[in-house]
């Protein structure tokens, strides 16, 4: 018969079959939809809040261009470059510490300090509403200002209330509302205090090689393209070599922002995938039975003559066209999403996640979840096709036949592979993504043997009295046991959340636990290089039996390696980070007292060569840099080359003054720069850095505090919510493993009649019957939950100790959770499951014996 004939036949024959509705393929369909909305959901959010970049580029950049300079303001010549452009916009931002007039109370603010000209695109919304002079200009010799709730509230503050920035007094007469700006200026760990520039000279705190951040925002004449933006930038390398300014786009507003949310819906995809592949098994449970309950049908296809192509073309298209209404019902749900999605991020993202249809996200997706169910729908339907039509007659399944034709087999692997190639090659991070899809396989094959040795396990066991317990032993084993499929579904899942769990322990008893332990109590920043006596003698009287530890500390940023500008050199992601933006600098005559040498030697004591450099071994080796490799800088304008003299470990987990880079102290020579210390005080309480903090602050208005437990408090706050995102994703995976766990006991659910009906005819009650189904199910999800403790501990040490580089600990309070609640998810739906088996009449069952 030709193909095409063939095909059609086989469409109109699985047309007219599946009048009998869906019934056994509700799992099916929940399991594929899941895993397809959570990937196609994940992915449309994460365009939704791109696109939101994007149609706001203007707006959350402040204008066409932005040039950035640190710790110095434009020169003549840079003005009148920019100015030549279009409209210009200058805005300076620098951590300081606001303090109450009289002095009783303070706060770090982030102050930012904006012109005439400001905001070029967007509004600035205030409450009340007020012009830019009411709300800025000089009023009685007082300044104005406008501040969030949070500042208002933090130090117990109303409108018309008047605070001190450096040696200048403002007068808070607004709220701050809606700042247009504010995520192309990056995340702050204070609250905003928006002044004007006027104001912010006036405060005394701009100093030579004070930690300022310039901004000049430019508003290019109307039709001003791509590539008249390209051209800017190119033409402001050639002509200003040494400004060192870094140049964001409008197309380029919030790279820190977009990459954030690119790493996160990456991880999730590859949670939801996880969730997919999990469902994959529920596929293949709901294709095996159903098949198994189509067996009569089979054999009489087979008996009229029917090849065993046409049977598995028949099923096939049976198959294709239910994954399609679960595939449909995934993407409708995904594809609705960022609508949900856009009024609950508001207030964590402040960009407005655009709801919208985004067919490229969604038609991948669609590609995932018609690829999982062909690779695990692919063996069953082989092994029904080469069953013959006398085997179905006689026997009650189709359990325990092997694997099918080698075709099917490499059909199925080819296809996983497929899946698997696909999840890397469209990652942003290739190298992240075939580590968790390496990982997804090997526990996949780790589960299938580890389900096999439960079940050799229970097959040798020694012959026990207690019936139940030998019944549930029984069980484990015989032929078309429930073990391979629970082991496998329940493992995925129960590991995913185990490695989870364990990560977010352990960064939450970092920071609330070693960390402050380890932790100085202050950072100060910006202590002026003729003010650091007179504050070491502060310390000294405030804290005698503190340790106070202090470097020079300027800003720069790497323009070149080795001569090479370092846009065009190819740097992993694990090192990029060093190469990105302002990094502090500092010089030291001799070794730190907190860094070991791992390569090369330190330079002597009056030494006066070329510019060398001691530079972080891990980073540096990230970077691919070598003993004698040249590294040059920007810090103020100038571009300095230095030589790299040695590398050494740098403990960045101790939370002390760490550099990157530490330069020999001839290559700043003449440089202005400030001081950056550190105070430790393990004994002191709470009172005690009230006291240090009002001390400092009243005698160096200018030097900004930092009190670390409050930073730790912030960040532990991040931490909870990014954990409670990652624990609802890794809880989709598991809702799959579940309805996997009950997709096969369904599966089951013939044998376990014919079961149970002839052991209650031979005598068994339906207490022991109970006791068995109980101790079979609770001896399977005991092994499940020993692996996946395994197997997520292993995965949490990787990543704790090996990426983020912390120490590691077990948490017994995971384990017994995970053992708890494995217990109560197999014992709890497979009792559920078999509680309507145990109610079967027995006449039906023995008729067909």
């Known amino acids: 018969m030709p193909l095409a004939r063939t095909l059609k036949l086989a469409i109109r024959f699985s047309l007219r079959e599946m009048r009998g509705g869906l019934s056994g393929f509700l799992i099916f369909l ?4 899941l895993g397809v909305a959570a990937i196609g959901g994940v992915n449309s959010v994460a365009r939704s809040i791109t696109a939101g970049v994007a149609d706001q580029g203007q707006t959350l950049l402040g204008g066409d261009l932005r040039f950035q300079i640190n710790q110095r303001d434009a020169s003549q010549a840079e003005l009148g470059f920019l100015d030549g452009l279009g409209v210009v916009s200058h805005t300076a931002g620098m951590r300081s510490m606001a303090r109450l007039a009289d002095g009783s109370d303070q706060a770090l603010v982030e102050a930012k300090a904006v012109d005439e000209a400001y905001p070029l695109y967007g509004a600035l919304e205030t409450e009340p509403v007020l012009t830019k002079q009411e709300l800025f200009g000089r009023q009685f010799g007082v300044f104005g200002a406008a501040a969030p709730d949070l500042l208002f509230e933090r130090l117990h503050l109303k409108i018309g209330d008047r605070l001190k920035l450096g040696t200048a007094t403002f007068e808070l007469r607004a709220r701050l509302m809606a700042e247009p700006d504010a995520v192309s200026d990056g995340f702050g760990f204070a609250p905003r205090l928006m002044i004007s520039t006027e104001g912010l000279a006036a405060t005394g705190l701009i100093q030579p090689g004070s930690l300022v951040e310039n901004a000049y925002k430019v508003r290019l004449p109307a039709g001003a393209d791509e590539a ?49 592949v999990v469902g994959g098994v529920g596929v293949a449970n709901a294709v095996r039975a159903y098949l198994d309950g189509k067996r009569g049908v089979i054999a009489t296809f087979k008996s009229l003559g029917a090849s065993g192509g046409f049977v598995f073309a028949v099923y096939l298209v049976q ?70 039509a006398t085997a179905l007659f006689r026997e009650m399944g189709l359990e325990g036949r092997g694997l099918p034709r080698p075709v099917y087999v490499v059909c199925a692997l080819g296809i ?20 968790f899809v390496g990982a997804t396989v090997f526990a996949f094959l780790v589960l ?24 549930a032993i029984g069980n484990i084993h015989r032929p078309g046991a429930l073990t391979p499929s629970v082991v496998l579904s329940l493992g995925l899942g129960l590991t995913l959340l185990v490695t989870l769990a364990l990560i977010d322990g352990n960064l939450r008893r970092q920071i609330s636990g070693s960390l402050p332990e380890r932790a100085p109590n ?59 933006g302002d990094r502090g600098l500092t010089y030291d005559t001799r070794q730190p007292e907190n860094a070991m040498l791992t390569e090369g030697k330190w330079w002597p004591d009056n030494y006066a060569g070329e510019p060398l450099v001691s530079f972080s071994d891990k980073e540096g080796k990230e970077i691919g840099l070598k003993l004698g490799d040249t590294i040059t800088v920007n ?25 990157v880079m530490v330069f020999s102290p001839n290559t700043f020579a003449g440089a202005p720069h400030g001081w950056i210390a550190t105070l430790t005080e393990k004994n002191a309480s709470a009172a005690d850095d009230a006291r240090v903090l009002n001390a400092v602050t009243r005698a160096f208005p200018a030097v900004t505090t930092v009190r670390v437990k409050d930073a730790l408090d912030i960040v532990n706050r991040l931490v909870g919510q990014l954990g409670t995102a990652i624990r609802a994703a890794a809880g989709v995976a598991l809702i799959a493993s579940v309805l996997v766990l009950a997709g096969a006991l369904a599966a089951g659910n013939r044998a376990r009649i014919h079961d149970a009906v002839v052991l209650k005819t031979l005598g068994a009650t339906r207490r022991t019957l109970i006791t068995a189904f109980s101790l079979e199910y609770m001896l399977i999800g005991l092994a499940t939950a020993i692996f996946a403790l395994a197997a997520g501990s292993a995965a949490a040490w990787f990543v704790v100790a090996r990426i983020m580089t912390l120490p590691s600990h077990f948490m017994p309070e995971v384990a017994v959770a995970t053992i708890a609640f494995s217990l109560v998810i197999t014992v709890g739906i497979g009792l559920a499951g078999t509680w309507r088996v145990l109610g079967h009449k027995a006449a039906p069952v023995l008729r067909n014996l």
């Open 416 to 435: 996983a592979l497929f899946l698997a190639a696909l999840a890397i090659l469209f990652s942003g991070d290739q190298r992240i993504a075939s580590i």
């Open 30 to 33: 929940a399991c594929i939809a």
């Open 228 to 276: 008249r933006l390209k051209a800017i930038q190119d033409q402001a390398a050639k002509d200003f070599p040494q400004a060192g300014w870094s140049i964001r786009t409008r197309s380029n507003a919030a790279p820190a922002l977009s990459s954030n949310i690119e790493r996160f819906s990456q991880f999730l995809t590859l949670v939801g995938l996880t969730a997919l």
């Open 319 to 388: 198959i294709l066209i239910i994954a399609a209404l679960g595939i449909v019902l995934g993407l409708v749900l995904g594809a609705l999403m960022p609508f949900a999605a856009s009024a609950a991020l508001q207030s964590v993202i402040p960009v407005p996640a655009q709801g919208g249809f985004y067919p490229g996200a969604l038609a991948m997706t669609a590609l995932f979840g018609l690829l999982v169910t062909l690779a695990f729908a692919l063996l069953p339907l082989g092994r029904a096709r080469d069953v013959p």
């Open 448 to 471: 299938r043997l580890v389900g096999g040795l439960v079940q050799w396990a229970a097959r040798k066991s020694p012959r026990v009295r207690f019936v139940a317990l030998r019944l």
């Open 522 to 580: 202050f950072f100060f920043v910006d202590i002026q290089g003729s003010e650091v006596d007179a504050f070491s003698s502060l310390m000294a009287k405030e804290v005698p039996r503190g340790t106070l530890t202090k470097v020079p500390m300027l800003r720069g940023r790497v323009m070149a390696l080795n001569g090479v500008d370092v846009d065009k050199v190819k740097v992993p992601a694990e090192g990029a980070w060093v190469l990105k």
């Open 635 to 659: 810090v103020l304008g100038r571009n300095v080359t230095a030589r790299i003299a040695n590398f050494r470990q740098v403990e960045w987990e101790t939370m002390g003054i760490n550099f």
